[in-house]
Each structure stands twice: as structure tokens, then as C-alpha cells.
């Protein structure tokens, strides 16, 4: 069973697509919303959407506490994070990281991403295409996009959860822990899996991008791991021809 984690935040403007994009996934799904004390009707919203959801009360102490709660909450086997603003890009998704979580050899899976404007979601912006796993591709700043990883729950067992202290660096954190560090066994699923709004935190200003490069050497650091000079230079710098390329 699947084990869908929603981290959310007075996000009543785009949680219905969510929400709604789980709720037609057409196998078993358990959908873990854990929401920060939200006082603009996001609650609301999501007890009269009818969907199979379990809300889990959080303190507003960021969004990899929130994720770790789901996680920790959870009960799937195979665990995904899809923020409030993002939604599955079609009905079948789930089906297809199923197929793939079939051979037992494989720890995870991820596909591509589509950014689109927050109230025109049908407006492509940019297209993020990850490209098949080859070892030493983060190295060169290359790393999946994370709405689209699932992962084994195994995989947080043994090798841990979100590291809250590297703020909106924490889900590339994971990558390398457990990518590089730990040498997992992914998959790539050649298509777009996730539509996400424009607006992230990590991009939401110039000294929130700096303050992310800074995040993201660290988390070389914190696991004994030597990138190169250029690594974490580069990962922005891979993401401009996203603003050209379309799927």
C-alpha cells in the first residue's frame, strides 16, 4: 500500500487539487495530510472533500517536521511527499510506480515534474525531465525531482528521515544520504508524474536561493561525502533549461 505524505499550511487556494488528484489514484492509498494549524479553511476544506484522508495536527515547525510526523504515522510500504500545491498529472500514477516497485530489487522510483502557474495549472512554465540515474550524475548537480520520489518504507528505516535543520535543503539531503551515501537501487519512469505551482520556498527570493546553495553543501558534510567544487554551483545552473524544454 501506498503511503502519500501532504505537508500543509494555510494552502485552502490549491489543497482541492491535491487532495483530489490522490483521492483518483486507482489503488490503495493511504493519504496522511498533517497540517500546521492553518486558519484560513484548509481544514475545512478537506473534511467536506469526501476524500480517504487522516489529518494529523502539527506545530508550524517547517515543512520536513510535518513530513517526518506523516512518515512516522504512516503505514504503507512505499512512501511519497506531495506538497498541498502539487497534484498527480493523471489517475494512473500510483499504478505505474506500482509496476515498478514489482522487482524487488528496486528501492526507489521517480519521474518528471511540470511547473505550472499557481491559478492557471493547465499552463506549463517549465519542464523539469530527471533523465535515467547514473552514479556520479549528483555529483554534477543533477538530483530528482523530489515530488515525484517514492521510496520503500525500508529505506527511512534504515537510513533515516528528513534532516530539519538544512531547511528547505532537506529533501536533497535525503537524495545524497541515500543515493550517494547509501548506494539505493532507483528507477526512472520516463514520463511526467507530478504538476507543481511556481512559488517554492527555496526559490522564493535570491537570498533564499543563496541560502539553499549553502544548505545543499552542507549536505555533503553532515555525510562525510566530498562533492566537487562545482557540484552544488551547477544544480541551479542545470535547472535553466528547464524554462525552454516542454514534454
Not at 501532504?6 to 487556494?13: E, I, R, Y
Amino acid at each position: 500500500m501506498f503511503s502519500i505524505i501532504t505537508p500543509s499550511l494555510n494552502s485552502a487556494d490549491v489543497i482541492g487539487d491535491c487532495l483530489n488528484s490522490v483521492a483518483e489514484q486507482g489503488c490503495s492509498v493511504e493519504h496522511l495530510v498533517v497540517d500546521g494549524e492553518s486558519t484560513d479553511g484548509t481544514l475545512k476544506i478537506i473534511e467536506g472533500s469526501g476524500a480517504n484522508v487522516r489529518i494529523l495536527p502539527e506545530p508550524p515547525n517547517g515543512i520536513y517536521a510535518a513530513v517526518n510526523a506523516g512518515i512516522r504515522a504512516s503505514t504503507g510500504d512505499i512512501i511519497g511527499v506531495l506538497h498541498a500545491d502539487d497534484f498527480y498529472a493523471n489517475p494512473n500514477i500510483l499504478e505505474k510506480v506500482a509496476k515498478a516497485f514489482e522487482n524487488p530489487a528496486i528501492d526507489a522510483c521517480y519521474g518528471d515534474l511540470c511547473y505550472v502557474r499557481r491559478f492557471e495549472p493547465a499552463q506549463v512554465v517549465r519542464y523539469w525531465q530527471a533523465g535515467e540515474y547514473q552514479s556520479g550524475r549528483f555529483l554534477n548537480g543533477w538530483m530528482p525531482p523530489h515530488p515525484t520520489f517514492f521510496v520503500r518504507r525500508k529505506s527511512y528505516d534504515e537510513y533515516g528521515l528528513y534532516r530539519t535543520d538544512l531547511g528547505t535543503s532537506a529533501d536533497y539531503e535525503l537524495m545524497v544520504r541515500l543515493f550517494v551515501k547509501f548506494g539505493i537501487q532507483p528507477t526512472y519512469i520516463p514520463e511526467v508524474l507530478v504538476h507543481m505551482r511556481t512559488g517554492g520556498s527555496s526559490n522564493a527570493s535570491w537570498r533564499a536561493r543563496i541560502e539553499a546553495n549553502r544548505m545543499d553543501r552542507q549536505a555533503w558534510r553532515v555525510n562525510g561525502l566530498s562533492p566537487y567544487p562545482w557540484t552544488t554551483l551547477a544544480k541551479p545552473l542545470r535547472k535553466m533549461g528547464q524554462w525552454w524544454s516542454r514534454p
